[in-house]
């Protein structure tokens, strides 16, 4: 799906018709509303698609198979307006697109980015774009919001139990959601919001997308790991073997392997086979062994495994007085990890005197696609008309039912109030103090954000 002219809601086709006569130039702007999720987003996802899709010029065949489909679909269609588009603008959208930095943790309620036309004769162009704009940045944004209030509640944690968080926190959270979510380009943008927050991902799009989007070389990094139909094809009978086989094939020095240890009986496998018949091999490696239970109570059943290799294998106890199991052993938990779980078993381990250096956390579905628009409540609303005499009127909506979803009046800025990102109009503000800065005009990108740079504005605030 690459044509732009289709990228948007049916009935923005007949926008052209509808702004007042004296309409030159629209203004708009996105932002997270009051939400029960969270009062900060941690805002993404703007480069990639100014990148893929504004960056590609609209051509006269976009325009003939828009038209066509609009006639058939039952819509008007502004061929003049396209046809001046590719004509007199080389087919690059007559836009100036103003945002905050990526990576930077915004409270809701403050605008992220704002975009008008510069071509006073398509005030309808700011508006059009709004669902490819909105899916763009609503996504990643969630995404990486969600991913970054975990690593709140997993720092939180360390914080308490650990003698080296910097060092663990980056791998504590892994992302298993590349199957879950509804395409590539969905694990692509989702599995990237989430390399912001951390280092550890199967989602192999992700990787993909953060060289392409954000010149990261390598934005993370993942180890062998078993699955349930390498464990099973070797049969019940031949548990134990399939085990030893993973040791063997993936030993060396600081290696790390992941073996899915519940196909028949997980405590049967912690106990008697990885603390009994394989006790001895596992403390023989140069490497790591990571168990990893894959059923059960999201808290209680990580807690039980990491328990019984304590009884096993032993360990030691931290400068903070809790125990950290031999270093031969660790446990991750992928299965039922949501925000909720991953704090219940964060507290059960903390109870249980155990450091959360013990255990990592996986999440799939849950990170990557349980999410939506409404999550964070984002909207894209004019807030601003420009007539033919240059001057700038309020636009704004407050609806009596529901004054939760007014808009703001007014072009916007954003200036930081005691150290605070706050919502501002621009008429009211220094220019040098406005926060949203053009990153996008013409066609042209005026700012490009690299990797590093979304991953230390995320720790801002985190």
């Not at 948007?8 to 997270?32: C, G, W």
Request: net charge negative; proline share 5%.
């Amino acid at each position: 799906m690459t044509n732009l002219l289709l990228a948007t809601d049916s009935y923005k086709h007949s926008h052209f018709l509808q702004y007042p006569p004296e309409a030159r130039v629209i203004s708009a702007y996105m932002e997270a509303r009051t939400n029960d999720f969270s009062d900060e987003v941690l805002f993404l996802g703007l480069q990639p698609l100014l990148m893929d899709r504004l960056g590609k010029p609209v051509t006269r065949g976009d325009v003939d198979e828009a038209e066509a489909v609009c006639a058939a679909h039952g819509v008007p269609f502004n061929r003049e307006g396209w046809e001046a588009v590719v004509d007199d603008h080389g087919g690059f959208l007559p836009l100036e697109i103003s945002a905050l930095p990526e990576g930077t943790v915004v409270p809701t309620g403050v605008p992220l980015l704002q975009v008008e036309n510069t071509d006073e004769r398509m005030p309808w162009l700011a508006t059009f774009i709004e669902t490819a704009l909105l899916r763009a940045v609503w996504y990643p944004s969630t995404v990486g919001t969600l991913s970054w209030k975990c690593k709140a509640i997993i720092r939180a944690g360390l914080e308490k139990t650990s003698d080296d968080v910097a060092g663990q926190l980056p791998f504590k959270l892994h992302d298993f959601g590349a199957r879950g979510v509804s395409s590539g380009e969905s694990a692509a943008l989702g599995g990237l919001a989430h390399l912001v927050n951390f280092m550890g991902t199967d989602t192999m799009e992700a990787l993909v997308a953060a060289r392409r989007y954000y010149g990261a070389d390598m934005a993370g990094f993942s180890i062998p790991a078993a699955e349930h139909s390498t464990m099973t094809c070797w049969g019940p009978s031949r548990e134990a073997a399939a085990y030893e086989n993973m040791l063997d094939a993936f030993d060396g020095e600081g290696r790390l392997v992941a073996v899915v240890s519940d196909s028949y009986d997980l405590d049967a496998a912690v106990g008697g086979i990885w603390g009994g018949a394989l006790r001895e091999k596992v403390l023989s490696r140069k490497g790591t062994l990571v168990v990893r239970p894959d059923s059960g109570d999201p808290a209680e059943t990580p807690l039980r495994t990491v328990r019984t290799l304590w009884e096993a294998f032993g360990g030691t106890t931290n400068a903070k007085g809790f125990r950290v199991l031999d270093p031969h052993v660790r446990v991750i938990q992928g299965d039922g990890m949501t925000i909720d779980s991953i704090g219940r078993l964060v507290d059960r381990m903390v109870e249980a005197g155990f450091s959360i250096d013990n255990i990592a956390f996986g999440m799939g579905g849950g990170l990557l696609q349980q999410v939506n628009r409404d999550t964070l409540k984002f909207a894209m609303k004019a807030n601003a008309l420009r007539d033919g005499e240059g001057i700038w009127r309020d636009v704004s909506k407050m609806p009596a039912t529901d004054p939760a979803k007014g808009s703001k009046a007014g072009r916007q800025a954003v200036v930081r109030r005691d150290g605070r990102l706050a919502a501002a109009r621009l008429d009211a503000v220094a220019p040098a103090d406005d926060l949203l800065v053009p990153v996008w005009r013409n066609g042209e990108l005026l700012v490009r954000h690299d990797f590093e740079e979304l991953r230390a504005r995320s720790e801002r605030r985190a």
